[in-house]
């Protein structure tokens, strides 16, 4: 709780003061420290300022500057510790409750994009945060809490940034987390094998004046690149301490975190808050300004005054919009003003410009003293790798060929085990058929439970390889090399090379796809690059490729998914060509895109990448798929026709009847008889089933949307197939596997996915009407939750926007596709 | 055979029910920022999480 949501009249006890340098210390001097009981005496008439009592005497803050004290009730307070009397009482009891709990430090990670915060954060926390080895993976701040000898850490890791500087959504999201969340300590995640330009972003920090710890990340890079770093003198040049840690292996994150223990109890001798030299004409500026922002209490309390002051003379927008949010601050302003216009005059540069130099001497001076550079050139592997994958004839083969590969291993070798699930899941269908007495409810756990979710489990081993693929792509670092040698072909649609990463990450999930798209600079690459997404088949759509090519295209099934995944992409070209003429203005963004070191992922990473992704897949098996298949089941099977029912059951007493006599009279095999009449039983409850499913509701559904799909050459079923996959891609299949149930007994009729192309042919499926549903599939709405995840991204118009395109131009293409092939077939 | 059609009501009615509450709750999470239920581990909860350390 905060001291600013104290009511009027009640008391608490304060926990901690947050806030920066002068502005904290003053708090602390009036008598705002830890353990002392505070009372919320009145509001001003306008509600702001809170007169509140401590010490004795009656002190005014603003809301906005009490918000920077957090405290506990008094009763939580005396709860805790058991004391009940007075004020005085519950304090001294509470101060000596408190230096014996455990303590709560909040953290939060920042640093430059792939310098590993993610690894580091999962590792601490345990979390299974998505990690991969280029650029923008994180893009929403994630927190966690954990233990660690005696503290409760409550860990934020934030998205990656060069410098706090505002120029990027990330950067500006970073700076006002920590500005306004005040963690209590800052980790600092450095690249060690790219020191100089990570550690620009610590310079920053260093003026923010905010508590801090550097880990030096990856360090093991930079041991085996030949190079040395004495770490410990360059963390007490800049009064930093740093840490070398290897995130993936786990290394050196005790050590970090025992030293996050030693800033925060203020016990670290490295600690010490120096000040950045940048030469007389700003330093002279810096001093003038503060002078200026001494009494200006509401812009200082949440952001260290010489920050503020560099901030200002950079002339960044959103802090001059923050310091003439109340008042114009006229005087202010102009002594900015000439300051910018002295170290302009002075310099012939812009400030900012004079200011980025200056750290960078300041950070290539203190390297000088503790860095030395290996002999051998570090990067040597990743430069041959480079000119292989990157190369101007090779690269697109190359990426094409790990594409064909990707999808020829998903098919093929998913296939093995895909037939031992699918023998499991006819085998428990078989199980409880022979158990159960014949009903309704039978008829809901084989024909809708087991057959619904069982159709689409049996595709979990192909989704592990297909992410087993993307994984590696990730983590390898080869990613940010398809953007690189795709930049060229993306420009000239419209779109920017690093369009092409939510794109690949589409082949996976279209959501993470769609919100990976903040690491666009530009709003209409965004936009442009989220409205062609969806045609990035995702791992959803990929068990109804392969039930309908597995069944159809049996031969050439790996280079049919091939073509298909192929046809999204150009049709995701043509689309953003169109679009970029059409809806968006062209813009100019330049490819600014590190390409990071090749690195092998290790077999832990992997795994529980893979792993994480199958545990999403079931749960999605035990959720959406198994609901919406015993939905569509009930859809299928009511409503109840009595008189059908009578005629049926008339029917199987007739064959029972006739049985009965046969095997009385003595004639024939009586085993052979029972078997018969059980066939014969069997059909005729199958017929029902069909025929019932002719007249139930969701039979009336689909045959009214039928003049829908009936150009498209699709039944009814196939069209209600295709509309419940709305929910979820995979709900398609399993719809298919609940309806298409046939008239007839066959031979092994267990349920499994082998039965249902057999089901499928019998309704009239061909390989025509099998390519052009999968390309509706491939094309049309994507699923609510893509769907919701554009909503949120850039407005729900756009939503329903993509849901129309994309459902019209479904149509319009296979309508034309099917016109063709009847032609030629 | 009453059984039966009387448990099959109350299953449908259940997934008809959590079917509902996964819509609605898809709705508001997103709102809220927690994701978007569409089990590609977005806005996870931070339950079963385990450190390391």
């Given amino acids: ?81 058991g004391v009940s009397g007075s004020a005085r009482d519950a304090e001294e009891a509470f101060a000596k409750h408190w230096e014996s709990r455990d303590k709560h430090i909040h953290v939060a990670f920042v640093g430059n994009p792939n310098a590993g915060k993610t690894t580091l954060f999962n590792y601490m926390s345990g979390s299974q945060e998505h990690v991969g080895n280029y650029g923008g993976v994180t893009v929403d701040a994630k927190s966690a809490t954990f233990r660690f000898e005696g503290y409760e850490f409550n860990v934020v890791d934030l998205p990656g940034t060069y410098s706090i500087s505002a120029y990027s959504n990330e950067e500006k999201y970073v700076r006002e987390y920590i500005m306004n969340n005040a963690p209590d300590v800052v980790i600092n995640v450095v690249d060690a094998s790219n020191l100089e330009r990570n550690l620009y972003l610590s310079t920053q920090l260093i003026d923010m004046d905010v508590k801090g710890v550097i880990a030096l990340n990856m360090y093991d890079e930079l041991e085996r690149s030949g190079a040395t770093f004495n770490y410990q003198e360059m963390g007490r040049m800049i009064g930093m301490p740093m840490m070398p840690t290897i995130g993936s292996k786990g290394k050196g994150i005790k050590e970090l975190l025992r030293e996050v223990i030693e800033v925060y109890e203020g016990r670290s001798e490295t600690v010490r808050h120096i000040h950045i030299n940048y030469g007389k004409e700003i330093e002279d500026s810096i001093v003038a300004i503060r002078a200026e922002l001494k009494d200006e209490k509401d812009l200082i309390c949440n952001m260290s005054p010489r920050f503020l002051s560099l901030m200002l003379l950079e002339g960044d927008k959103d802090v001059l919009e923050f310091v003439q949010r109340d008042h114009s601050r006229e005087k202010l302003l102009k002594v900015v003003k000439e300051g910018v216009e002295r170290i302009e005059t002075t310099y012939g540069e812009k400030v900012e410009s004079v200011i980025t130099d200056t750290k960078y001497g300041f950070i290539s001076g203190a390297l000088k003293e503790t860095y030395k550079e290996s002999p051998v050139n ?85 989704i592990l390889i297909l992410f087993l693929f993307i994984s590696f792509m990730e983590d390898t670092g080869y990613m940010a090399r398809a953007a690189f040698i795709m930049d060229k072909l993306m420009h000239k649609l419209g779109l920017h090379g690093k369009s092409f990463i939510p794109m690949i990450m589409g082949f996976g999930c279209n959501v993470p796809a769609i919100m990976s798209t903040r690491m666009l600079e530009n709003r209409s690459d965004r936009i442009l690059t989220i409205l062609i997404n969806p045609f990035m088949s995702c791992s959803a759509r990929l068990p109804v490729y392969i039930l309908l090519v597995g069944a159809f295209f049996k031969d ?21 060509k169109l679009f970029k003429r059409v809806l968006f203005h062209k813009q100019e963004v330049p490819f600014v895109m590190e390409l990071p070191p090749y690195r092998m992922p290790t077999l832990r990473t992997t795994i529980r990448h893979m792993w994480s992704k199958g545990e999403q897949y079931l749960k999605k098996m035990g959720g959406i798929i198994m609901f919406a298949s015993i939905l569509i089941w009930a859809l299928g099977y009511f409503p109840v026709d009595k008189e059908l029912e009578a005629q049926y059951d008339e029917k199987k007493a007739e064959i029972t009847r006739a049985y009965k006599a046969t095997i009385a009279s003595g004639i024939g095999n009586v085993d052979m008889l029972k078997e018969e009449q059980e066939a014969k039983l069997e059909s005729l409850h199958r017929q029902e089933m069909s025929e019932r499913q002719e007249n139930s509701y969701i039979s009336r559904l689909g045959r009214t949307l039928e003049p829908i799909w009936t150009p498209l050459g699709f039944d009814w079923k196939a069209g209600v197939s295709l509309l419940t996959g709305v929910a979820a891609k995979e709900v398609v299949v399993s719809t298919m596997a609940v309806l298409y149930q046939g008239e007839e007994v066959m031979e092994e009729d267990d349920g499994s996915n082998a039965m249902l192309e057999r089901r499928l042919r019998e309704h009239g499926f061909t390989s025509v009407t099998a390519i052009i549903f999968v390309i509706f599939v491939l094309l049309y709405s994507p699923c609510f939750a893509a769907l919701i995840a554009i909503g949120k991204e850039i407005g729900m118009k756009w939503a329903f926007f993509v849901m129309g395109y994309t459902t019209v131009l479904a149509w319009g293409v296979c309508f034309v596709i099917k016109q063709v092939l009847d032609l030629i077939i | 055979m009453e059984m039966q059609l009387t448990l099959t009501y109350i299953i449908v009615a259940i997934a008809f029910v959590f079917a509902g509450r996964g819509a609605y709750r898809l709705f508001r999470s997103a709102r809220k920022g927690k994701g978007y239920g569409c089990n590609c581990g977005c806005g996870g909860k931070g339950t079963n999480k385990k450190s390391c350390l």
């Fill in chain 1, 378 to 462: 570090r990067r040597r592997k990743t430069e041959y790798i480079d000119a292989i994958v990157t190369h101007k004839l090779f690269g697109f083969p190359i990426f094409l060929l790990f594409l064909f590969v990707t999808f020829f291993a998903t098919f093929s070798l998913g296939s093995y085990p895909m037939e031992w699930i699918e023998a499991g899941v006819g085998a428990l269908g078989e199980f409880v058929d022979n158990q159960m007495s014949a009903g309704p409810l039978k008829d809901l756990v084989v024909d809708g439970i087991i057959g619904g979710v069982g159709s689409v489990i049996v595709f979990l081993p192909n």
């Fill in chain 1, 556 to 576: 050439y099934a790996a280079l049919v998914l091939f073509g298909i995944y192929l046809f999204g992409i150009l049709a995701a070209i043509v689309m953003a």
């Fill in chain 1, 1 to 81: 709780m905060l001291l600013s949501e104290l009511k009027t009249g009640e008391s608490a006890v304060i926990t901690k003061v947050k806030g920066y340098g002068a502005f904290r210390k003053r708090l602390n001097e009036m008598g705002f420290v830890r353990g002392k009981v505070v009372k919320a005496v009145k509001n001003a008439p306008l509600n702001d300022p809170i007169e509140y009592a401590i010490m004795g005497y009656e002190i005014s803050l603003r809301r906005q500057e009490a918000a920077f004290i957090e405290i506990v009730s008094l009763e939580e307070a005396t709860n805790i510790v």
